[in-house]
C-alpha cells in the first residue's frame, strides 16, 4: 500500500528545547519550560484546523526523573498549572483529554488532576489530545507485556491470542491510531523513548526550531511536507510495480 498527499489524522509532537531556548536569552530553565506551556497552547488550538485529530505530545519522560530535583519539581508544577488554567478552555473547545505513561509513581494529587481532566472531557470529539507523562516507550511496552502475561497466566487468554493488534491494545494508547507523523523540534535527531511501538511507520519531521519558538506555520509546514512524502509500507509505489 502506497499513500500520498494526505493529512495526518494523529501527529505527536516530542516538545525539545525549552531548556536551550531560556539558555539562548541568559534566562533560567524554567523561563523556557514556561513559554514551552504557551508553545503547546497555540499547538491545540492551531491542530483541529488542520484537520489533526489525535494530537500526542511528550511533556515528561520516564528519564526526565534524572534531572535536578528542582527541574522535576518545576515540571511537576507547570503540568498542575497546565490542567487547573486551561482545563475550562479545552473543555470547552470540545478536547478530550487523554493521559499516557505510568500514573502509578506520580504525586496523587496530580493522579486526581490528571483523572479529573479525563473524566470530564471523555465526551468530546473535536480533538484527542494525548498528554505523554512520566512516559517511555519501553516502559510501556513492557507494562503491556505484564499485562498479557497476567491475563494468560489467569486463563483469560492463549499465548497465541497475543498479535500484534492484541498488544497495541494493552499498551496505554489502547484506541488511538498509530501516529502518521512525528515531530521534533530542537535540532535533536532522536526519538528518546517516545511511542516506540506506534512509531513503526510514521513519517518523522525533525524542525531545528526551539519547542517555545513553535508556531501554528511550523505546524502547517510539517503537515504540507507530510503530504509529500511517498509512504510503502514495505511495498512498492504504484510507478514501480510492473504492470
Ligand atoms: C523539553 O525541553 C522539555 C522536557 C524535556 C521536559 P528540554 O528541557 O529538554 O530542553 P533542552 O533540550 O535542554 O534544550
Ligand atoms: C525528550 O526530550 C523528552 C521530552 C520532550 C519530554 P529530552 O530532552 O529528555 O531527550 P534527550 O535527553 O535529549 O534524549
Ligand atoms: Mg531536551
Given at each position: 500500500m502506497t499513500t500520498y498527499g494526505a493529512t495526518p489524522a494523529h501527529v505527536a509532537i516530542i516538545m525539545d528545547g525549552n531548556g536551550r531556548w531560556a539558555k539562548a536569552r541568559g534566562l533560567p530553565r524554567l523561563a523556557g519550560h514556561r513559554a514551552g506551556v504557551e508553545a503547546l497552547r497555540r499547538t491545540v488550538r492551531a491542530a483541529p484546523g488542520l484537520g489533526i485529530a489525535y494530537l500526542t505530545v511528550y511533556a515528561f519522560s520516564s528519564e526526565n526523573w534524572s534531572r535536578p530535583q528542582s527541574e522535576v519539581s518545576d515540571l511537576m508544577g507547570l503540568l498542575k498549572i497546565f490542567i487547573r488554567r486551561?482545563?475550562?478552555?479545552?473543555?470547552q473547545n470540545g478536547v478530550k483529554v487523554v493521559v499516557i505513561g505510568d500514573r502509578?509513581?506520580?504525586q496523587p494529587e496530580i493522579r486526581s488532576l490528571l483523572e479529573e481532566a479525563e473524566l470530564l472531557t471523555a465526551g468530546?470529539?473535536?480533538?484527542t489530545l494525548a498528554i505523554a507523562f512520566n512516559y517511555g516507550g519501553r516502559d510501556e511496552i513492557a507494562r503491556a507485556a505484564r499485562k498479557l502475561a497476567l491475563s494468560v497466566a489467569r486463563g483469560?487468554?492463549?499465548?497465541?491470542?497475543?498479535?500484534?493488534?492484541a498488544f497495541s491494545s494493552a499498551l496505554d494508547?489502547?484506541?488511538?491510531?498509530?501516529?502518521?507523523l512525528v515531530i521534533r523540534t530542537s535540532g535533536e535527531l532522536r526519538l528518546s523513548n517516545f511511542l516506540l511501538w506506534q512509531a513503526a511507520y510514521s513519517e518523522l519531521a525533525f524542525l531545528p526550531c526551539y519547542w517555545p519558538d513553535f508556531s501554528a506555520d511550523h505546524l502547517a509546514e510539517a503537515v504540507r511536507e507530510f503530504g509529500r512524502r511517498e509512504r510503502r509500507f514495505g511495498g512498492l509505489a504504484p510507478q514501480d510495480v510492473a504492470l
Open positions: 486551561d482545563l475550562a478552555e479545552l473543555h502509578a509513581t506520580l468530546n470529539g473535536a480533538l483469560e487468554i492463549d499465548p497465541e491470542d497475543i498479535t500484534p493488534a494508547t489502547a484506541g488511538i491510531p498509530d501516529p502518521e
